[in-house]
């Protein structure tokens, strides 16, 4: 079950940019306002599971816009900052104005929780997947999860999620573990929810005995090196490996591909608001989705293209799924992963 990204790009300026591409960067834009005109200022702290590199890169492009905005940063990957923002609230409250990480599923909880505010920032020109109905967070990229694969080590890629289950990739598979990765977590349900998919390939996959990584990053990691020539990986990851010269390279399956599209939303206990609204209006600008393209993320703008080598949103095949089904059933998928890949 899957579908086309249903994007109209008729008559939108597009903007060409490339991941790894020179040129000029865009205009730094006065110091932003609030509602009654004085510019912005004051200290964030911004819990988030985005590679150290770029989430530095992100503050001081966003510091260019708004340069009396202090951001302070804790990263984890979403596990370990949910075990977090979980012990703060067992003891007071949550200590973060913002939270910038992998899934849907962990803000419709908080939200459940009425631990988010609404957001004031700016959506027109977004995707509509990508937006809470409800207006209490709002994706930053997509991030799909694909199949990447040592050049050196593999000449023939595998094409589907159902290739992985052949015996000729025994021993050879790499992924993230779910108790660690948000993205990871998420995908188990989008899989076991997943018609075409669901147990039986769940139980086929483990059958090969994959690796199982703490992170993302170990997975890329070790598919560049040739440790583990396949591997079950976010794609952005992959085209940073590439850019740098690793062997290695993406298929995205014919199936389809779960993704996550890196919600941030605001706590509802800060005392930083305008600050922490202008950072989230920032990230989902177009100046903030250059910036995402250039950091090999695929953009949630509509008028932003993707980055060099990916595929256009347009013609993304991504996996269907219901965001509350997910949501509901995501604990017993990674507890039927823990079992079958233990």
Request: hydrophobic share 45%.
């Amino acid at each position: 079950m899957s579908r086309r990204f249903a994007v109209s790009l008729a008559g939108l300026a597009l903007v060409g940019l490339s991941a790894c591409a020179g040129g000029d960067a865009p205009a730094a834009s006065p110091a932003a306002t609030d509602g009654a005109g004085d510019a912005v200022s004051g200290t964030i702290t911004l819990y988030t599971s985005e590679p150290q590199a770029k989430v530095e890169e992100l503050i001081a492009a966003f510091n260019e816009t708004h340069p009396d905005v202090t951001v302070d940063v804790f990263r984890a990957g979403t596990g370990d900052l949910t075990a977090r923002i979980e012990s703060e609230l067992a003891t007071g409250e949550v200590q973060a104005d913002v939270l910038l990480a992998a899934d849907a599923p962990t803000f419709e909880n908080y939200k459940d929780q009425d631990l988010l505010m609404e957001l004031d920032v700016d959506t027109a020109g977004l995707l509509e997947e990508v937006v809470d109905p409800e207006g209490f967070y709002v994706g930053t990229r997509v991030i799909p999860t694909v199949i990447a694969h040592n050049t050196t080590a593999i000449t023939t890629a595998p094409a589907s999620w159902q290739d992985l289950t052949d015996p000729q990739y025994r021993d050879q598979i790499v992924m993230p573990n779910p108790d660690v990765s948000g993205a990871a977590a998420f995908n188990a349900a989008v899989w076991l929810l997943n018609d075409d998919l669901g147990e039986p390939w769940l139980t086929a996959l483990a059958a090969n005995q994959p690796v199982i990584a703490d992170s993302n990053g170990p997975v890329s990691q070790a598919v560049a090196s040739g440790a583990q020539p396949v591997g079950i990986v976010v794609d952005y990851l992959v085209r940073d490996l590439a850019d740098a010269g690793s062997p290695i390279a993406v298929s995205y399956p014919s199936e389809g591909v779960p993704y996550v599209y890196q919600p941030v939303g605001v706590f509802a206990n800060t005392d930083a608001e305008a600050a922490a609204m202008a950072f989230a209006d920032w990230l989902v600008s177009s100046e903030g989705q250059q910036l995402a393209v250039e950091q090999n993320y695929l953009p949630v703008r509509t008028d932003v293209d993707s980055p060099e080598g990916a595929p256009a949103m347009a013609d993304l095949e991504l996996m269907e799924f219901d965001l509350a089904e997910v949501q509901q059933r995501r604990t017993e998928a990674v507890e039927l992963f823990n079992r079958l890949f233990q």
